[in-house]
């Protein structure tokens, strides 16, 4: 150019490793809580990584709680039982306690209380007992002998006073439930409800006429 020394200005050379350590210096920190932004081959390791699926610790909706469950099974009116292969839910144990602790309870009792609870315990194959009460006239609840039930038949496991080898629903004149925690037994408004789920029972007095007393007594 006329008489002007023209100067060139290089443009400046700067490396990709030394814009990026500047922009690098230059990057404001993340802000709390929030994660740095991976770059370059780090970012593309992570999105490759899949996550692991945690469990949901949230019940289903129709799925209840412990406490409730547990309230609706206590306010059941039977209280639970083991199911006995005859099909009838077992009563042994409730059985036991009635004659133990109600009907052959105290001093006065104690030979035949022994006597009675060691044959009943020595017949362990049944699980649905019933007890047979001696007068339904008198309606006192002495004990005459149990029952078990056995391939569709009622059989006679211990005697006490005279009784029939075998029950029949025919023979029934009242069922009765033992409560235990009252010590008690009370009468089942229907005879229709049967032996099945009677604890204890009164026969019409005709099928106990011929009856002796028992050389247990």
Known sequence: VDGVVATEFAAPNFSARQVGGDVAKKRPPCLPGCAEVASGNESAERNNQALPVQPSTRPPLNQES?????????????PPGQLHPSG???????????LDRCLLKGEANRPLRERVLQQFDAERNYGRIIILFKSIHTGRH???????????????IVEVFGSPP?????????????????????ALAALREGLGVADAVFLHPQYLHKSRASAST
């Open 142 to 156: 002495d004990l005459r002998a149990l029952y078990a039930y056995s391939d569709g038949l009622w059989v006679r």
């Open 88 to 98: 009838l839910q077992s009563n042994r144990k409730l059985i036991r306690n009635a």
């Open 166 to 186: 075998t029950l029949q629903p025919r023979m029934v004149a009242q069922c009765l439930r033992y409560d235990s925690g009252a010590k008690s037994f009370k």
């Open 66 to 78: 412990g406490s409730e469950l547990g309230t609706r099974r206590s306010a059941s009116a039977a």
